[in-house]
């Protein structure tokens, strides 16, 4: 036999195990303590453990191993997930709150590190993280124009699973002046 | 009289400054058309904005009355069947319930009389929560004399009733706000459709104006051509008329040409003819201007004198042939031969001498016959005869 299609033969069969374990890999289900027991964890590696997850809605914020082990939730579970992990590797986070103007709610997770927030929408695109102005109106403005929609307000809130109660702390008015936005001080002070 | 027609460069140029100038005006109604249209769609956007508020205010009021419903009827239902699930639902209603006060709290803070409704909705809210959170801390504290007391001192529906008439006329102001802004879209709507369709019509017409400005250009310069094929067909007619007569004229020169040829020769014959005629003559010819000066002689006079003919010419006629006087008359005072022209009469036959080269005379006979020129004497003819039996 020509040794050149041997090597070629092999050279196959390894891609397809790798694939297969790849692909075993991704579909094993993880747990939030696998999440946080991971050292090298980044805004990117997070999102992409989500690609295979359904969409369903829950009128609560699903318990986290819940929402793992059945690998089924929402933009709400993901977001905040999303800081409630990130958050313990050091990421400055924000969980905002978008309400568009159909009357349904949108979340997202913004990471000030990578000036973009982390979007159950795009979990099954090589782009999972969205770009994004520091602004809650900013990022307002680009979640609700992933729907092809307006937005009416938005607002930051935090989320403890063990209180599991949400607390909304600033809240933005789309018809209000930008300049009176609750953070457009905080943003300009810091800019 | 036909006026002049313009010149094409000028007639070109201000047409081409009119068209461009009607072109800036279109483009200059475009721009406008498309500034107001932006800033009209920029308000309708905005609008749209907040009739999406008032939508959003309404939404956010009624879940407000709905999570303080369900919250109300979870935990009344935990108290009477103790069923955890019920406690867990009714905590997870009151917590929506601050949400959503929270979200209209925002957005009504710029509408005062909203905002003060909201607040009253707040505060309601929060007693029927309160009251909840007695009821719940009743139950599971597990006094059931306490739970009844409460529940007897409960407003119950009378309490929820107040909520939703506050809520009513929440949504009853943000309504006829709704009415005020959809009516103000509609009319940003209309401007900007009667914006786009003015800007329309009235660009229509000023492309119209710049078609009839083409069109009378064309109109103007099919004139000025047919003006000018006029006159070029008026100069070609000229310069046929002018080219035949010079024609003509050319023809007539011709033959007056060759006639003139024609009598050139015969007259050179003739006076070759007249000039053998004379040099045949065997007497001696002179030819004399009136001054008496010798201006042309015949062979004869070259035979006998010697001199060449270039001698004499010019030269007076005395220096070859004078009158000799008679024997006994006195001499005269005048001249006779030049006394013959002045007088134009002939003088016949007198005794003459003519002397030679070398100085000798030769007797003669001398006649002058005067030349006439219509009537006037201009020369004579002198002939010398050196022969014959009267010498």
């Known amino acids: 036999m020509n040794p050149w299609g041997q090597r070629l033969r092999w050279a196959g069969l390894g891609a397809i195990c790798a694939g297969l374990a790849f692909t075993v890999a991704g579909l094993r289900a993880f747990t939030l303590s696998d999440l946080l027991g991971d050292s090298r964890m980044t805004p990117k590696s997070f999102a992409g453990r989500f690609w295979d997850f359904d969409y369903q809605v829950f009128p609560y914020v699903q318990d986290p191993d819940v929402f793992l082990k059945t690998k089924t939730g929402n933009c709400q579970d993901y977001a905040i997930m999303a800081d409630y992990v990130l958050k313990r590797k050091t990421y400055q986070t924000r969980l905002i709150h978008v309400v568009l103007a159909c009357g349904s709610a949108h979340d997202v997770c913004y990471v000030d590190q990578v000036k973009g927030y982390l979007d159950f929408n795009n979990r099954v695109y090589a782009r999972t993280i969205q770009r994004s102005g520091r602004t809650i109106r900013e990022i307002a403005d680009r979640a609700a124009a992933s729907f092809d929609q307006d937005w009416t307000t938005a607002s930051v809130y935090t989320y403890d699973y063990t209180e599991d109660f949400k607390h909304l702390t600033l809240t933005v008015v789309k018809t209000d002046p930008p300049s009176e936005d609750p953070d457009a001080a905080t943003e300009f002070a810091s800019r | 009289m036909k006026a002049p027609a313009p010149s094409t460069d000028v007639m070109r140029d201000r047409t081409v400054r009119r068209i461009l100038a009607f072109f800036a005006v279109i483009s200059a109604v475009l721009v406008a058309i498309a500034v107001v249209s932006v800033r009209n769609i920029q308000r309708s956007a905005a609008s749209s904005d907040w009739v999406n508020h008032t939508h959003a205010v309404i939404l956010e009021v009624n879940d407000v009355l709905s999570a303080v419903r369900v919250g109300d009827a979870a935990v009344l239902t935990y108290v009477v069947t103790g069923d955890p699930q019920s406690r867990v639902a009714g905590r997870e209603a009151f917590s929506d319930v601050d949400e959503h006060l929270a979200a209209a709290k925002a957005l009504t803070r710029n509408e005062p009389a909203q905002h003060e409704e909201v607040a009253r909705l707040d505060t309601l809210a929060a007693k029927r929560i309160e009251f909840s959170g007695e009821l719940l801390a009743a139950r599971q504290s597990g006094q059931p004399d306490a739970v009844r007391v409460l529940l007897a001192s409960d407003a119950g529906e009378e309490a929820l009733a107040d909520l939703q008439r506050t809520a009513e006329n929440l949504t009853n102001e943000e309504m006829n706000l709704l009415a005020d802004r959809d009516r103000t879209s509609f009319l940003q709507a209309q401007m900007t459709r009667w914006t786009v369709w003015s800007g329309v019509v009235v660009n229509l017409i000023l492309l119209g104006g710049v078609v009839w400005l083409i069109s009378d250009d064309i109109a103007a310069r099919r004139r000025a051509a047919a003006v000018l ?145 219509r009537d006037k004497v201009v020369g004579g003819v002198v002939i010398l005869r050196t022969g014959g039996p009267n010498l």
């Open chain 2, 229 to 373: 094929q006029e006159a070029n067909d008026v100069l070609e007619a000229r310069v046929r008329e002018r080219t035949a007569s010079l024609t003509a004229a050319n023809q007539q020169l011709v033959i007056e040409n060759l006639e003139r040829s024609w009598l050139g020769q015969s007259q050179e014959h003739q006076i070759r003819y007249n000039q053998l005629i004379i040099d045949s003559i065997s007497d001696l010819v002179f030819v004399l201007t009136k001054a008496l000066n010798i201006s042309r002689i015949n062979p004869a006079v070259v035979h006998l004198t010697g001199f060449e003919s270039q001698d004499l010419i010019h030269q007076p006629l005395s220096r070859v042939a004078r009158l000799l006087a008679e024997p006994r008359a006195a001499a005269p005072l005048v001249n006779p031969i030049a006394r013959a022209l002045v007088e134009g009469r002939d003088l016949r036959d007198q005794p003459a001498e003519v002397e030679d080269r070398n100085g000798k005379a030769t007797p003669a006979r001398l006649s002058v016959y005067p030349l006439r020129d």
